[in-house]
Structure formats: structure tokens, C-alpha cells
């Protein structure tokens, strides 16, 4: 009987894991940035998930399709009408353009999100057969203020010690980075503030 039971509970848990992985969203390939204060954003691998990808060549995916950023502002705002509350999820390439970036989150910002996560991936390495997807949040529209303080980013415009003292001084950031400066350098200046207790915004073009 306990060889029944046992037999028993290993199916249904074979059948949870396979029903699970089964949910997994498909998606784009990329070399995403590193980060350290990232958190778990495991409903980004859901099926019904908002997954735009941005490759190393500056080519823009939402879930698998090939999208321009005008359509993608269409499709998610169509999308956020259907199911509000849903949450964005960017995966970037740490090596292409921060300006394809923008691109990308302005046409979200179009849309209506002003919250965007942007997945990463983390130094910590596991033996788990599964590892949730992880990201940092980011808001793309400025802090109340008349003059908010913008921090340059990207292209080494600022250090690290820069980047530290505004976070802890203003506890609020405005990055204006490069646009020729790999993602992945502006990832690292939002991580940078991150660790210092600071919220993020990216200085975006005005609509």
C-alpha cells in the first residue's frame, strides 16, 4: 500500500510539474544585463504574459511576433484595455543600443504603462532545474518636480560613486543616459541606484 501511495503522490507530482512547465510562455533569446537587485518576476514566463524582447540588432519582438514600436504601442495598449493591470515585462539585450531601448519605452509609455520591469539576469549561479525570471522595476514618467535632477548615465558619464550619492541624497533618480551606450551600461547605472535605496526614473523624450 505504501509503495501505492508513494507511486501515487510521485505522479501527481510529475503531472503539477509537467502542467506547470507546459505554462511557460516561448520567447526570444537574448544576452540580458546583469544585475544584483533584482527580484523574482516568475508570472513573466506565463503564457499570457507582456514580453517584449529587443535583440542585440536592435530588432523588436512582443511574445514571438515582430513587432515596429508603433505597432507595439497598438497591440499592448489593445492588450492593457482587454486585461488592465497587467504588467510589462522588457527583456533587452545587454549589447545593443540604449536608443532602441527607448524607442521600445516610449511606445509603452503610449500605451499607458509608466511602470516597466525590465528582466535581468544575476550573478548567483543554481543548480535548480528551474529559475524564475528576475528584473528591476523602472517609471518612465518623471517625479513630481519642477526641476527634478537628472543623473547622466551610459558612455561613462558617471561613476559609480556619482551614481551612489545622488540615490542617497535624493532617494529619487533621473537617469538621462546616452543613446549610443550599450543597454546594458544603463542597466548597471539603475542597479547601482537601486542598492542605495533609490527609485528610478528614465528620462524619456516628452510625449
Do not use: W
Amino acid at each position: 500500500m505504501s509503495r501505492m501511495i508513494g507511486f501515487s503522490v510521485g505522479a501527481l507530482l510529475a503531472a503539477t510539474m509537467a502542467a506547470q512547465t507546459a505554462a511557460l510562455r516561448k520567447g526570444v533569446s537574448v544576452q540580458m544585463p546583469i544585475t544584483t537587485t533584482a527580484v523574482a518576476m516568475p508570472d513573466a514566463d506565463l503564457a499570457d504574459s507582456l514580453v517584449v524582447a529587443v535583440t542585440n540588432g536592435g530588432t523588436v519582438y512582443l511574445e514571438i511576433a515582430r513587432v515596429t514600436p508603433e505597432q507595439l504601442s497598438g497591440e499592448v495598449k489593445a492588450q492593457l484595455l482587454a486585461r488592465p493591470g497587467r504588467r510589462v515585462y522588457v527583456k533587452g539585450d545587454a549589447r545593443t543600443r540604449y536608443s532602441t531601448i527607448v524607442e521600445v519605452l516610449e511606445a509603452l509609455r503610449t500605451a499607458g504603462v509608466n511602470v516597466a520591469v525590465l528582466l535581468t539576469s544575476q550573478r548567483e549561479t543554481t543548480n535548480a532545474g528551474y529559475v524564475p525570471p528576475s528584473g528591476v522595476e523602472v517609471l518612465l514618467s518623471p517625479p513630481d518636480a519642477t526641476q527634478p535632477v537628472i543623473v547622466k548615465a551610459g558612455g561613462g558619464e558617471a561613476s559609480d560613486a556619482e551614481l551612489k550619492e545622488h540615490a542617497r541624497r535624493d532617494r529619487a533618480v533621473v537617469l538621462q543616459a546616452d543613446g549610443t551606450a550599450p543597454f546594458g551600461d544603463v542597466v548597471h547605472a539603475i542597479d547601482v541606484c537601486r542598492a542605495e535605496g533609490a527609485r528610478v526614473f528614465l528620462d524619456l523624450p516628452a510625449r
